[in-house]
């Protein structure tokens, strides 16, 4: 069982719905991030949180440390949200993130 | 800033042939890291840095190596390379110790073909 498991693997969803995707981790962390790699390739961090909440436009990150679960929200999508997004955590053992393999969101217009 | 820049952004190689993969950043980051993502798998550690004349195994060095002589450099060696190391490679470098407090800034890949 990996360490850091992300559901759904993929999403589709039409533009203006609310999107959340989930990811749950089985050991202790100091710090949770939020990834998201375009199409293209390139990989962008949208998030680092270790408790509560964080808001940046239309995107909501949530974390619950006692149930080891956080949420990516989506307000409103559009076609170019589009991209694979990615949970890591930083567990307190290891010296390095450890990630989930991703979940694919696809918004069509 | 040009962040993390990565070079190649493709290559092929034969089996057996060696190559360098070059990363540099000009953010003047203590940490350096080089990870492979293989398609449905999620990013796997293979060597970091934690400054220059630093380096340390992740989870996946077989068959790699690194060197850090400058803060702004790490390049990662494949020597005799096989089709298991076929993947996409980043580079990612962060000021401190990457999830405590600090932001990863990854660079745009390089994607390795072995035949």
């Known amino acids: 069982k990996n360490e850091v498991e992300q559901s759904p693997q993929n999403l589709t969803a039409q533009e203006g719905e609310f999107i959340t995707i989930n990811c749950s981790y089985s050991v202790g962390i100091s710090a949770l991030h939020w990834l998201q790699q375009h199409p293209g390739g390139g990989i962008v961090s949208l998030f680092m949180l270790s408790s509560g909440k964080k808001k940046h436009g239309r995107l909501i990150a949530t974390i619950n440390i006692q149930e080891k679960h956080s949420s990516l929200h989506i307000t409103a999508s559009h076609p170019r949200d589009s991209a694979v997004y990615i949970c890591a955590v930083r567990s307190f053992e290891a010296d390095k993130l450890i990630f989930g393999t991703g979940t694919r969101l696809q918004v069509f217009p | 800033n040009a962040g993390v820049t990565q070079t190649p952004k493709f290559r092929i190689l034969k089996i057996g042939q060696s190559m360098t993969l070059q990363c540099t950043q000009d953010m003047n980051h203590n940490y350096m890291y080089w990870y492979r993502q293989d398609p449905g798998m999620g990013l796997k550690l293979i060597y970091y840095?934690?400054?220059?004349?630093?380096?340390d195994k992740g989870e996946v060095p077989n068959g790699y190596n690194v060197s850090r002589s400058t803060t702004e450099d790490f390049p990662l060696r494949l020597e005799l390379a096989a089709p298991s190391q076929t993947s996409v490679y980043f580079c990612?470098?962060?000021?401190?110790?990457?999830?405590?407090?600090?932001?990863?800034?990854f660079g745009p890949g390089t994607r390795l073909t072995v035949l």
């Open positions: 990612a470098s962060s000021y401190d110790l990457a999830g405590v407090g600090n932001e990863q800034f």
């Open positions: 840095s934690v400054g220059a004349g630093i380096t």
